[in-house]
């Protein structure tokens, strides 16, 4: 039978040597979707890439002196660099820099100018260059881009521009009756209220005033708007307009669109006018997610509040950068980083709770038998709580995750394992060791320990890989089901520390 298959991207991001913890979220998030469908058993497409033309980096090579191609095939390699050092398991990378992609991407802009879905006309209004929006009067906020802050500027040119009006009413008869496409519930409301409902603008999609974007194929003067382009980088990398259209046909409609709160408009209204015009389905879902913020504020270059992602990751590995990540940004809302929390986390959840479970259990296993450790099924009343948690973690794990509740799934696999160390406390393994008649109750308690822990290994390996692996290489155990069986045998390698506890000095 043909796997189901599973496609999810993040948005292609803008090429940058200043990349900081804010920026990981949607691909970290990404990365865990990811993996738990594959271990589901889906045939995965994950992907991400770059987001290369515009005039910020237009303005950005000149700033550095190099031509714009020079400029982003210097910095893409940050990108990548930075995905590796996070474990992020993407199975293709775009770069709209690709010439597959600025051939499709001539080829829908001539579709749509042939069906009369663009036109040519002219652009009079506010243009914000960091976030290569355009505005009207209204939308500001204090005369200022609503979005970053900064000041706009007044551009005049001729233009093409997409009817983004002809489409208005589908758009908001397929959100209405699509309740899962926008997610979370707030951004549909703030999308459908405060952007669609007000009137569509036609959306100008075609610039003059600078080179570096993809020509209009027949009309080269122009340029292609940089978000049309970025947009469209969710099919085109499927084959889209290309010979082979094999993969378009296997992966499309995407299953997930995860982006940050702030370009959720893009994908949710502009996109989909795209895909109706082309008269393509549209994904099943666009999550909005909230931002890492710093005390309340963004994280951002100009107030210089960051390190390097890759220094959290050096001082305190990838999986603990990876576990404040996905743990502390609830559900759809905004989560507080700072360093401090990061250390706090690591040491009450990761060192604690986790390694001093791993570690302690692996342990007795090899001082009181060696390694070698089977269920002799000396049960007791207390073991049953402690394995019906366990039974229930996977389809607690799986309801979380398909409702993207990422953080949550994290939540009960831990509260697994700290009844764990409860259970330790209560069935005192250090004292049935000291009464031979109770071995064989020290060796189920110990496995009923070890076995939460493989499952909870399992469990764990979409949200922190290298662990995961460090555990089940530490307990040498290969099987790979998320349940508690009552029949597996173990025999234990050496205890290594999973987390050292991080000094806050
Ligand atoms: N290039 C566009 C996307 C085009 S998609 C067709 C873009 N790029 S970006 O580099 O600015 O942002 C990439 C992702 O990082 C976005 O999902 C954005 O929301 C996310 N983040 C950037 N800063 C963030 C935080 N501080 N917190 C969480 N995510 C944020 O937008």
């Known amino acids: 039978m043909e796997k189901k ?52 980096i237009e303005n950005k090579a000149k700033e550095a002196g190099v031509g714009p191609k020079e400029y982003v095939d210097a910095i893409v390699e940050n990108a990548k660099d930075l995905w590796k050092a996070l474990n992020i398991s993407y199975d293709k990378f775009i770069r709209t820099t690709d010439s597959y992609h600025e051939k499709a991407v001539q080829k829908i802009f001539t579709k749509l100018y042939e069906q009369g879905d663009i036109y040519k006309g002219e652009y009079k209004g506010l243009y914000c260059t960091p976030c290569e929006s355009f505005w009207t009067e ?139 015009a082309l008269g393509l389905p549209l994904p099943k879902q666009v999550f909005g997610h909230g931002w890492l913020v710093i005390n309340g504020g963004k994280i951002s270059k100009s107030l210089g509040n960051y390190k390097d992602p890759r220094e959290y990751i050096k001082d305190y590995g990838v999986d603990a950068v990876r576990y404040f990540v996905l743990r502390e940004v609830p559900f759809g809302n905004d989560g507080v980083f700072s360093e401090e929390a990061l250390i706090n986390r690591t040491n009450s959840d990761l060192a604690n709770t986790l390694g001093n479970l791993v570690n302690r259990t692996i342990s007795m296993a090899n001082k009181y038998f060696d390694g070698t450790v089977t269920n002799k099924n000396v049960t007791e009343a207390i073991d049953q709580e402690l394995i019906v948690k366990v039974q229930e973690a996977k389809k607690v794990v799986s309801e979380k995750m398909d409702q993207l509740h990422v953080s949550e799934a994290l939540e009960y696999i831990f509260e697994v394992l700290r009844r764990c160390n409860k259970y330790i406390d209560e069935t005192t393994p250090w004292a049935l060791a000291k009464d031979d008649t109770k071995k064989g109750r020290l060796q189920t308690v110990l496995y009923n320990l070890l076995e939460s822990i493989r499952v909870c290994g399992m469990l764990l390996s979409p949200f922190l890989p290298e662990t995961s692996l460090k555990i089940q290489q530490q307990l040498n155990n290969q099987e790979e089901s998320r349940e508690f069986l009552s029949t597996n045998t173990y025999k234990v390698g050496e205890p290594s520390p999973l987390f050292q506890r991080i000094d806050k000095k």
Not at 202 to 227: A, M, N
Not at 237 to 265: C, N, Q
């Open 138 to 276: 209204t939308q500001l906020v204090d005369g200022k881009c609503p979005d970053c802050g900064r000041e706009v500027h007044e551009v005049k040119e001729e233009a093409y521009f997409l009817k983004l009006s002809n489409y208005a009413d589908r758009l908001v008869e397929y959100i209405e009756t699509h309740p899962e496409f926008i997610q979370p519930e707030s951004r549909k409301n703030e999308m459908i209220n405060n952007f669609i409902k007000p009137g569509l603008e036609d959306l100008c999609v075609s610039r003059t005033s600078f080179r570096w974007g993809i020509p209009v194929p027949f009309d080269p003067k122009h340029v292609i708007y940089v978000w049309l382009d970025a947009l469209t980088n969710y099919i085109t990398s499927l084959g889209y307009m290309s010979d082979d259209t094999s993969e378009f046909e296997k992966y499309w409609p995407a299953d997930l669109h995860l982006v940050g709160k702030e370009i959720t408009r893009f994908h949710t209204i502009v996109w989909p006018i795209l895909l109706m």
């Open 5 to 56: 298959t599973y496609y999810i991207t993040t948005p292609i991001y803008y090429p940058s040597a200043n990349f900081h913890i804010g920026h990981c979220y949607t691909t970290i998030i990404a990365d865990a979707i990811a993996r738990y469908r594959r271990l589901e058993g889906f045939d995965v497409c994950f992907q991400t890439g770059t987001d290369e033309h515009g005039q910020k």
